[in-house]
T-cell receptor
Framework: SQTIHQWPATLVQPVGSPLSLECTVE??????LYWYRQAAGRGLQLLFY??????ISSEVPQNLSASRPQDRQFILSSKKLLLSDSGFYLC????????????FGPGTRLTVL | DQQVKQNSPSLSVQEGRISILNCDYT??????FLWYKKYPAEGPTFLIS?????DKNEDGRFTVFLNKSAKHLSLHIVPSQPGDSAVYFC???????????FGKGNQVVVIP
């Protein structure tokens, strides 16, 4: 079964600083990969998903970007963080060709001050 | 537009009793439904799912019921245990779609 790694686990960054969150997946090939954000008291908001290397779909206009340089690596970035970027960021994967279960990583808690 | 809705954001239940979580959806193209459980500061874990060709799926203490005509599903946990205290998310997907639509979650507190 797949294992999803995310780092760092927690991050405190000043407004205007850059961001790079990394997600790597083990135990599966050619997965669909997803970035979600859970803001305080809110549900899970899909930010980006990718069906393959270099293929990124953005769900909502925002201050963030995503890249998939390798099959099992998904990166979430920002050039300049905003206060509203604070939240809990989750990476998820789904093995292609299967039914809808997505499996989530442990998450990164980002606080922008 | 929220395609998956979970009302009654919090639920308190006595240990040993039944917990019932409800979920409504608006998109008639949804054909696969899932429940996830989430502890604070952790990623959600997959709990149970149901395809639209079924109206019930059971796995141990967890049962999901689907009413397609009402566009409604529910999760029953019986008996509830203190370790079940968590946020539960309902999610749905449509055939051929890579994405899941999530509800906002229900906080469940099981009182020992």
């Amino acid at each position: 079964s797949q294992t999803i790694h995310q780092w760092p686990a927690t991050l405190v960054q000043p407004v205007g600083s850059p961001l790079s969150l990394e997600c790597t997946v083990e135990g599966t090939s050619n997965p669909n990969l997803y970035w979600y954000r859970q803001a305080a008291g809110r549900g899970l908001q899909l930010l980006f998903y990718s069906v393959g290397i270099g293929q990124i779909s953005s769900e909502v206009p925002q201050n963030l970007s995503a890249s998939r340089p390798q099959d099992r690596q998904f990166i979430l970035s920002s050039k300049k963080l905003l206060l509203s970027d604070s939240g809990f960021y989750l990476c998820a994967c789904r093995t292609s060709g299967t039914t809808g279960e997505q499996f989530f990583g442990p998450g990164t808690r980002l606080t922008v001050l | 537009d929220q395609q998956v809705k979970q009302n009654s954001p919090s639920l308190s239940v006595q240990e040993g009793r039944i917990s019932i979580l409800n979920c409504d959806y608006t998109n008639s193209m949804f054909d696969y439904f899932l429940w996830y459980k989430k502890y604070p500061a952790e990623g959600p874990t997959f709990l149970i799912s149901i395809s639209s060709i079924k109206d019930k799926n059971e796995d141990g203490r967890f049962t999901v019921f689907l009413n397609k005509s009402a566009k409604h599903l529910s999760l029953h946990i019986v008996p509830s245990q203190p370790g079940d205290s968590a946020v539960y998310f309902c999610a749905a997907s449509a055939r051929g779609n890579n994405r899941l639509a999530f509800g906002k979650g229900n906080q469940v507190v099981v009182i020992p």
